[in-house]
């Protein structure tokens, strides 16, 4: 009887010792990639285009990745450094991502004498959602009404127009700058504290030009409040089909503001893939391109990781080489 009672028990133990193998599986399989919430950093202000964006990305991401609740968080402050600081210094668990705009990302480490990441080293490129044109805008009264008489304005003898932008080394200060340098006009920068305050200046005709993201400035257009005289891009915008490119009178020109995905560098191999094939999905779905084309988001072509970085780099020595021309600096 003793007999039996202790081969009983040692088939009992021998069952929970496996079963001590085997339990966590469970858990862990439960614990698989993402098991929380994750975070979308947004290195600007909410409203603008890449919150606009950073939302709409973030809801499908979270929808393709079995409804995983994905959060953007708002950290502007000093170009959008903050922002990419908080994620280049932050945990390498993939919880925490950044969505950011080429200005901040290309240009401030030419900008600033210490922005405080590394670019290139600090990320892995996760997904490149999409182009963003800015438009060269006039207030109504101005006399130009298309961007040959605007040209030809800007370069008589004598004119000293000044164009706002959103603050001294952005993008749509340097777009200006470009523009200076390649058409042989001298327009006077004049920066404010943000997009809103310098569109609002033009709009009320204290200033007569400016340049703003596609996004940001198309309503004013559909109001008539503003007048939309060229885009910035490679091609015209689907969204203003009569408004043609700088590059169509200045040959050569493209300031494109482009969207993208980036993890920190050290985020593990699998998560990163997860991440990339969740955000590759979500870009080929039709509601996501619906709606990003309805703000003016031209979608990219399917993008390589290694594409991305490659497009990065080369921004990187080109809006390097802008800045130096054009003197722009923050400490």
Known sequence: METTRHTKFRAWALLSLAAAFVLPAGPALAQSYPSRPVTLVVPQAAGGTNDIVGRLVGQKLGEVMNNASVV?????????????????????????LLMTISSSQAINPALYKNPGFDPEKDFKP?????????????????PAKNLAEFLKLARAKGANYQYASAGNGTLNHLLGEML?????????????????????????????????????????????????????????????????????????YNGTLWIGLFAPAGVPADVLATLQGATRKALASKDLRDKLDQQ???????????????????????????????GAAVD
């Open 296 to 326: 003016g988001v031209e979608i990219a072509a399917p993008t390589t990781p290694e594409q991305f970085s490659a497009l990065l780099h080369d921004d990187l020595g080109k809006w390097a080489r802008i800045v130096k021309a054009s």
């Open 72 to 96: 953007v968080d708002n950290r502007p402050g000093a170009g959008g450094n903050i922002g990419t600081q908080l994620v280049a210094k932050g945990p390498k668990d993939g919880y925490t």
């Open 180 to 252: 200076n340098s390649m058409a042989g006009i001298s327009m006077q920068h004049v920066p404010y504290k943000g997009v809103a305050p310098a569109l609002n200046d033009v709009l009320g005709g204290q200033l007569p030009i400016v340049f703003a993201s596609l996004p940001s400035a198309l309503p004013h257009i559909k109001a008539g409040k503003l007048r939309a005289l060229a885009v910035s891009g490679e091609k015209r915008s689907p969204v203003l089909p009569d408004v043609p490119t700088i590059a169509e009178a200045v040959p050569g």
């Open 126 to 142: 996760v997904g490149l959602v999409g182009a963003v044109p800015n438009v060269l805008l006039v207030n109504p009264s101005f």
